[in-house]
Structure formats: C-alpha cells, structure tokens
C-alpha cells in the first residue's frame, strides 16, 4: 500500500478491543505504564493522560496473579484497548483473559513449552483476543545465546522465525509480532528480515532508547528508517520516565515522515545574531496552547525577516518577527503587526477558528 509516498508493507489485520492494526489502518502509537497496576487511581488518571496524549493502546505490567482481579475497574474509567505485559508465568496470561484483557503480550524467550502457548492461544480465540508475541534482544533463548554469544540481530531473527514455524501450526491471526533491541541497526535488519517472510502485523520501536534527548534520537532515527522501508503497524518510543512523553515523541515521529497528518506541524526559526525575540520560549507557549488541535494544520514561527515572511505566508498561520514586533499570517495573507505577546493569542486564535470550522478540534 502506497501511504504519501511510503510503500508500505502489505500484512493481515489484527485487533484488539476497537482497535484495528495492520491491513490498510493507519499507524497507532502506543505506551505503557509505569506505576504498580494494583495501584488502580495512578494506574486510571496515567492512562487518561496518555488518552489525552492521542495515545491509541496501552500496556500494563502484570506481575502476579493477584493484578488480574484490577483489569476489570481500570478497562471501566479507561476508553483505549488495555494489553497485559506478561512475562514467566503462562497461567497469568489465562488470568488475565478470564478477566477479559483486550490483548496480551508475552515472551517466547521466557514462556517456552508449546503446550502452554497452545493453552493461551485456545483461550484467546475463544474470545478474539489480540496476542502480541515480542522478541527482545535482552530475553532471548538461552540456547539461541549460546549459539551467538551475544544478542545481535542473526539471533533475534532466529528467535522469530522458530514462533513464525510454531505459528504455522495453529488457525488463528489475532497477532502482532514484536521483534526489538536497544541497538538501532540491530532492530532495523531483524524486521527487514522479518518483514519479508511473513505478513503478520509488527509493531516497532527501539527498546529501552535511553533518557530525554537520547532517547528521542534513537527511537525517531530508527522508528523512522523502518517507517521508510514501509515497516511498522503500530509503534512504541519506550523512554525512561512519564509515558506521555514517549506518545507525543511517537506523533511527531509519525508526522515528520508524513505518515500521519493529524495535529499541528511547527516550522520553527533556529535563531541567530538577527533573532531579537525568544522563539524557543514563544514556541513552547505557542505548542501548549495548540496541543489539543487534531487537524493537520502547519504553523510558521519565525525569528527574522530573512525567511520569515516568505514560511509564515506558505503555512497554515504564521508570525515573522522583526526586532519585537510580529507580523502575522494566516492562510498566506497580512493581518497585522503586534507584539509579543499579541501575536501569539491572536496566532492561537486563527489555529484553533481553522480547526472548529472543521468540527476537528479535541475538546479536553
């Protein structure tokens, strides 16, 4: 499938509560919590957060039996599918269906016997439920280990193509295929592997990215190259700290190759000796102010009069700013000069009458 210019890799349609990945549905993005699930307030109010965020499917940490009989009040205050994180213990994975968890996600490298995963998936298709089978760099077989000494990605292909040859053996396609490590290049050749003999859904991401700006980088340079290739049903930035962030990074990952053009596109100025204003600070304001907007709108903020004009005019609205005063555009024409603080509020004002008159603006 052709998507704005990215040929997208063709795979079958998995989906998990009301959710549809893969097929010809667009990219969902992804995260997951990081507080204790028997902690249902935190757990709920994180996960309206992440709603907010445009998060479209979140994982919870399942440790123990005991954090199955949560599932049913955090799925009642929660709008987005709930999918279980389940690692060692295959019985938590029944559990955590009895209690009618939109999907779940296991370990091949820590839930091995056959018979056990039989037992899962007969439990799953009885009642549709999305199994996400995620191969990860760090878990991988011991004996796949032995064998390469060091989880690079020959080993990780390995490990996925012994579940795509169990797969084989059963009739169900509720499934998405994971397969990560926390070395970009790594990531990018096991799914361009993966990718070429079979056609269930993968979801991408670089695991464990790392910290802020570190981790930003890693995951939009590798993210984004597999995105290219037409690889990738549904993406996580996994980043250390409030999971909300990993969902906004995930969104603009998304825009800025193209694949998706909902909310606001920001050409901002770099700045320099001409720029008398603060365009890092003015365009923070600017994005919070926006940051509900859904509709795919470009937004120009500039800090001199070089390029400024000429982006402000070819964008959605923009404010080309000389010395303290910004000029003002909207839809490529002159509205005014005003000040600072002016410009932004009546910027943020144009935006937000461009989105109602759509009926695509997301009341928060």
Same mark, same amino acid.
């Given at each position: 499938?052709?998507?704005?210019?990215?040929?997208?890799?063709?795979?079958?349609?998995?989906?998990?509560?009301?959710?549809?990945?893969?097929?010809?549905?667009?990219?969902?993005?992804?995260?997951?919590?990081?507080?204790?699930?028997?902690?249902?307030?935190?757990?709920?109010?994180?996960?309206?957060?992440?709603?907010?965020?445009?998060?479209?499917?979140?994982?919870?940490?399942?440790?123990?039996?005991?954090?199955?009989?949560?599932?049913?009040?955090?799925?009642?205050?929660? *709008?987005?599918?709930?999918?279980?994180?389940?690692?060692?213990?295959?019985?938590?994975?029944?559990?955590?269906?009895?209690?009618?968890?939109?999907?779940?996600?296991?370990?091949?490298?820590?839930?091995?016997?056959?018979?056990?995963?039989?037992?899962?998936?007969?439990?799953?298709?009885?009642?549709?439920?999305?199994?996400?089978?995620?191969?990860?760099?760090?878990?991988?077989?011991?004996?796949?280990?032995?064998?390469?000494?060091?989880?690079?990605?020959?080993?990780?292909?390995?490990?996925?193509?012994?579940?795509?040859?169990?797969?084989? #053996?059963?009739?169900?396609?509720?499934?998405?295929?994971?397969?990560?490590?926390?070395?970009?290049?790594?990531?990018? #050749?096991?799914?361009?592997?993966?990718?070429?003999?079979?056609?269930?859904?993968?979801?991408?991401?670089?695991?464990?990215?790392?910290?802020?700006?570190?981790?930003?980088?890693?995951?939009?340079?590798?993210?984004?190259?597999?995105?290219?290739?037409?690889?990738?049903?549904?993406? *996580?930035?996994?980043?250390?700290?409030?999971?909300?962030?990993?969902?906004?990074?995930?969104?603009?990952?998304?825009?800025?190759?193209?694949?998706?053009?909902?909310?606001?596109?920001?050409?901002?100025?770099?700045?320099?000796?001409?720029? #008398?204003?603060?365009?890092?600070?003015?365009?923070? #304001?600017?994005?919070?102010?926006? *940051?509900?907007?859904?509709?795919?709108?470009?937004?120009?903020?500039?800090?001199?009069?070089?390029?400024?004009?000429?982006?402000?005019?070819?964008?959605?609205?923009?404010?080309?700013?000389?010395?303290?005063?910004?000029?003002?555009?909207?839809?490529?024409?002159?509205?005014?000069?005003?000040?600072?603080?002016?410009?932004?509020?009546?910027?943020?004002?144009?935006?937000?009458?461009?989105?109602?008159?759509?009926?695509?603006?997301?009341?928060?």
């Amino acid at each position: 499938m052709v998507k704005d210019g990215i040929q997208r890799r063709k795979s079958i349609t998995a989906k998990i509560g009301q959710l549809e990945i893969g097929g010809n549905h667009p990219i969902s993005v992804q995260s997951m919590t990081n507080c204790d699930t028997k902690d249902t307030y935190r757990t709920i109010q994180q996960i309206k957060r992440l709603e907010k965020a445009g998060c479209d499917l979140v994982r919870i940490a399942l440790p123990d039996m005991d954090s199955c009989r949560f599932i049913p009040e955090i799925k009642r205050n929660t *709008r987005i599918p709930i999918m279980a994180d389940i690692h060692f213990n295959y019985h938590i994975a029944l559990e955590a269906m009895r209690y009618n968890i939109d999907g779940i996600r296991i370990n091949p490298g820590n839930i091995r016997k056959e018979e056990q995963i039989f037992h899962i998936i007969e439990v799953a298709q009885k009642k549709n439920i999305m199994i996400r089978f995620g191969v990860n760099a760090g878990s991988l077989d011991s004996k796949i280990m032995e064998k390469y000494k060091e989880p690079k990605y020959e080993a990780i292909v390995e490990e996925t193509e012994t579940i795509l040859t169990f797969l084989k #053996k059963i009739d169900y396609h509720n499934i998405v295929l994971s397969i990560k490590s926390s070395d970009i290049l790594d990531t990018i #050749k096991a799914n361009e592997k993966i990718a070429e003999i079979c056609d269930y859904p993968l979801h991408i991401g670089i695991t464990e990215a790392g910290f802020d700006q570190k981790g930003i980088i890693k995951s939009a340079i590798g993210i984004g190259i597999m995105l290219y290739k037409g690889i990738g049903d549904t993406i *996580r930035v996994s980043l250390s700290g409030d999971p909300v962030k990993e969902v906004l990074v995930g969104h603009d990952i998304l825009r800025s190759i193209g694949v998706r053009k909902k909310g606001i596109n920001i050409i901002a100025c770099p700045t320099c000796g001409r720029c #008398k204003v603060d365009i890092h600070g003015i365009g923070r #304001k600017i994005e919070k102010k926006l *940051r509900n907007i859904r509709q795919p709108l470009t937004i120009a903020i500039m800090g001199c009069i070089v390029n400024g004009p000429g982006e402000a005019k070819s964008s959605d609205a923009g404010i080309a700013f000389n010395q303290e005063e910004g000029m003002l555009y909207v839809k490529g024409q002159f509205v005014g000069r005003y000040n600072t603080d002016e410009s932004i509020n009546k910027l943020v004002q144009a935006v937000k009458q461009m989105a109602k008159e759509t009926d695509q603006i997301l009341i928060s």
